[in-house]
């Protein structure tokens, strides 16, 4: 008799588990199904937002290298290839994003002139980089944005010249 007790409890206390593995299931799955609808509705920056960086970024460019402060030329060469990396992975949905390459060239003269510490260089590649995001521009249809070197520095808060 004791050893139906025992089995009966065992077969009861298996039953009870097997119930609670069930209901662990479902709630990991109403988990996983919860956090899925959430990384959907995640915000993901436009093309615009990385445009306007690398805008921001092109200008403090200009005038590191004009001073030629390379250190700080170089760091935003950085940050303009990270904005654009971030171009690729975010919105690669977008027909701009197709046209991208042709920056690489410019951008590389550019770093080339920047460690080279050659001012007459980077005036030059800088020009170019510039003419090259017009041409850009020009191709996926959006020529009303038109970037020049600039006249006068972004932000008043930052010192461009060298230490």
Known sequence: MQVKIFFLAMF???????????????????QIDSLSKRVDSVYTPGLGE??????????????AGKNENWEL??????????ELDNIQR??????ETKSLSMINTPMDSLQNSIKGKNLPDFKKHFLFLTNTCNNCHQITKHGFNVI????????????FEKN
Request: proline share 7%; glycine share 4%.
């Open 12 to 30: 009861v206390l298996l039953l009870v588990a097997c119930h609670h593995h069930r209901n662990q299931k479902g709630g990991l799955k109403n």
């Open 50 to 63: 990385f445009m306007t960086s690398i805008q921001l970024h092109h200008a403090k460019l200009w005038f």
């Open 73 to 82: 030329a170089n760091f935003e060469m950085g940050e303009i290839r990270e």
């Open 90 to 95: 975010y919105n690669q949905d977008r027909p």
């Open 148 to 159: 020049r070197i600039p006249d006068i520095p972004p932000v008043t808060n930052q010192v």
